[in-house]
């Protein structure tokens, strides 16, 4: 069965340091008929459980800690009977949404998950948060990027436990040896391409 990747939007509030956002968040789910994962798990398990639609939830997968990419994981978790997945390093902020439920697993940079058939390899891109990580699926030249990198260059920073210089290294580091053609579906709005975002962060990180 071929692997496909199907999308979900969700809209909820994303809070930090005291404030609060109304954000829409993209959920994306990659596997085939039978088995998926999911990537964040946004505002409403609900609309996620449709996208679903049944087959194995093999993981759910937080790109990082960040309420609006967490919130729905614990019930999520529950009603599919799946694991939930997320870096150590953003431990303290998953803790802050959900205190009474671990995680299952941690993320490790340059560890391969295998769905349908495809290797996920996972990349730990540290700076929008302190775990923040983005997977590559080399079979559909896809990147999924959470808040890492987005359609018009990285992802917010200035607040707890961000670093813009730490995300621009980041990326150059482990997104820019990417293909230009590398399609990125992101946490919030557009996609875009590596080489769409190439020239402007590349930049930034010769000159830091």
Excluded: Y
């Excluded at 996620?48 to 997968?61: C, F, N, P, Q, S």
């Amino acid at each position: 069965m071929s692997l496909r990747i199907d999308h979900v939007v969700t809209a909820g509030i994303f809070s930090l340091d005291g404030e609060d956002f109304e954000v829409e968040n993209n959920i994306w789910l990659l596997g085939d008929d039978r088995e998926v994962i999911v990537f964040d798990a946004a505002h409403d398990h609900r609309p996620i459980l449709e996208g679903i639609g049944g087959r194995k939830v093999k993981a759910i997968i937080c790109t990082h800690g960040h309420n609006d990419h967490i919130n729905a994981a614990v019930e999520l978790a529950t009603e599919s009977d799946s694991p939930i997945w997320l870096h150590g390093d953003d431990g303290m902020l998953w803790d802050v949404v959900h205190p009474d439920r671990r995680i299952d697993d941690a993320l490790v940079d340059g560890a391969q998950i295998d769905i349908a058939g495809s290797t996920v390899k996972v990349l730990h891109t540290p700076g929008h948060s302190p775990g923040g990580c983005c997977f590559h699926v080399p079979d559909l030249n896809t990147l999924f990027s959470g808040d890492t990198l987005f359609n018009g260059g990285p992802g917010a920073t200035g607040r707890s436990f961000s670093s813009r210089q730490l995300l621009v290294d980041s990326i150059a580091r482990q997104l820019l040896p990417l293909d230009d053609s590398t399609l990125v579906h992101t946490g919030h709005g557009d996609d875009t391409t590596i080489g769409a975002e190439r020239g402007p962060i590349a930049d930034e990180a010769s000159s830091v």
